[in-house]
């Protein structure tokens, strides 16, 4: 029986035990961001249930501790660029874009928004490929990105 609801809240972060060499692995590439650099783009990959994003918001929630960082955490399964980059705006500071606000405005919006180190979490990545996300991304210089994906090929 479970008897914290806390568990059931998605900002609840557990603890993560036996897995601080990869934490480390992590946090070292972000590590940047604390002196107000950009960090390292990250490809994380495994089979499902091993810990990715668990391991990822572990390292985003040492980070924030040592220098509060402005982040967000997209679910990318089935998403088209223009909704990643929507998804991304609407959990950073500032206004959210209207749902139907073009694509071309939506990644302007993105790199007049982000002006400070951020990082972006690119959670179920395996349709990324598809999409051209990564090179719009890269055209934004304060942001690094953490794709999480099971096939590390794709």
């Known amino acids: 029986m479970i008897t914290d609801r806390s568990v059931f809240r998605d900002d609840w972060l557990p603890d993560v035990q036996h897995r601080e060499a990869e934490v480390n692995v992590l946090t070292d590439a ?6 107000g ?12 249930g091993v810990g990715k994003t668990v391991l990822t918001r572990a390292a985003l929630d040492r980070l924030d501790r040592q220098q509060p960082t402005p982040s967000a955490h997209v679910h ?3 998403a088209s660029t223009a909704g990643i980059v929507r998804s991304i705006l609407c959990e ?3 206004s959210d874009p209207s749902k139907t606000t073009p694509r071309d405005e939506l990644i302007a919006t993105l790199q007049e928004r982000v002006t400070e180190p951020t990082v972006v979490v690119l ?15 890269r055209r934004v ?4 990105w953490i794709a999480i994906c099971h096939d590390d090929i794709d």
């Not at 972000?30 to 002196?35: D, G």
């Not at 959670?123 to 991304?137: A, F, K, R, W, Y």
């Open 30 to 35: 972000l590590a940047p961001v604390i002196e």
């Open 37 to 48: 650099n950009r960090a390292e783009d990250v490809l994380m990959h495994g089979p499902q």
């Open 76 to 78: 990318c399964l089935g």
């Open 92 to 94: 950073l500071p500032g």
């Open 123 to 137: 959670d179920e990545g395996d349709d990324l490929p598809e999409t051209d996300i990564l090179d719009v991304l």
């Open 141 to 144: 210089p304060d942001i690094s």
